[in-house]
């Protein structure tokens, strides 16, 4: 079985620091991972992938995130963070080796709040 | 850029009653889920659906839910006598190609269902 974890329920960090949000994945097989965030009373809004490759990904909105397969973890991370950044953020894993389908499974969330 | 719709934004239903959650997925993606979230609670993957046919569910879909693609652009998810704990919101996603699994999903706002 695939799963995700988000140890922080909140991360606080003040604009211009940066921010780190971490992911912790249970895979058999390969990972596919994403970051997703959700702005109030908005759907899920894609933020970016690791499928392959480099360890370090790039995403929207000056997001990155590094896979770490030793740890098991793809943390997102941001150099400067942004008022406006702040928001839900979803980790989400799928397992494409042990013919999970397309299904992703998501961690419980993390508030984001950055404070002027 | 092209987005995936819902609606209504928020449904209100007695208990025991048929409700159908609807969805415009992005108009030349394959690949349709829906998943779910009780307030507090993780993101659930309930169904995803290609070539008009079931392709994986959750035990969370059991004999009360059903999917269907009645037209060329709707994707809908049917709750055939609603119960309390059904109460959440659901997200509709769809992705494009993937054979290789790597396509995000793209969501929806959701639909707001609340069981009285």
């Known amino acids: 079985a695939q799963s995700v974890a988000q140890p922080e329920d909140q991360v606080n960090v003040a604009e211009g620091n940066p921010l780190t949000v971490k992911c912790t994945y249970s895979?058999?097989?390969?990972?596919?991972l994403f970051w997703y965030v959700q702005y109030p009373n908005r759907g899920l809004q894609f933020l970016l992938k690791y499928i392959t490759g480099d360890n370090l990904v790039k995403g929207s909105y000056g997001f990155e995130a590094e896979f770490n397969k030793s740890q098991t973890s793809f943390h997102l991370k941001k150099p400067s963070a942004l008022v406006s950044d702040s928001a839900l953020y979803f980790c989400?894993?799928?397992?494409?080796?042990?013919?999970?389908?397309?299904?992703?499974?998501f961690g419980g969330g993390t508030r984001l709040m950055v404070k002027p | 850029e092209p987005e995936v719709t819902q609606t209504p934004s928020h449904q209100v239903t007695q208990m025991g009653q048929e409700v159908i959650l609807r969805c415009v997925p992005i108009s030349n993606h394959l690949y349709f889920y829906w998943y779910r979230q009780i307030l507090g609670q993780k993101v659930e993957f309930l169904v995803s659906?290609?070539?008009?046919?079931?392709?994986?569910k959750s035990e969370i879909f059991d004999d009360q839910f059903s999917v269907e693609r009645p037209d060329g652009s709707n994707f809908t998810l049917k709750i055939r006598s609603t119960k309390l704990e059904d109460s959440a919101m659901y997200f509709c996603?769809?992705?494009?190609?993937?054979?290789?699994?790597?396509?995000?999903?793209?969501f929806g706002d959701g639909t707001r269902l609340s069981i009285l």
């Open positions: 996603a769809s992705s494009d190609r993937t054979d290789t699994g790597n396509q995000p999903q793209h």
């Open positions: 895979v058999s097989g390969n990972p596919y």
């Open positions: 659906f290609y070539n008009n046919e079931i392709s994986e």
């Open positions: 989400a894993v799928r397992d494409l080796d042990n013919n999970a389908g397309n299904m992703l499974t």
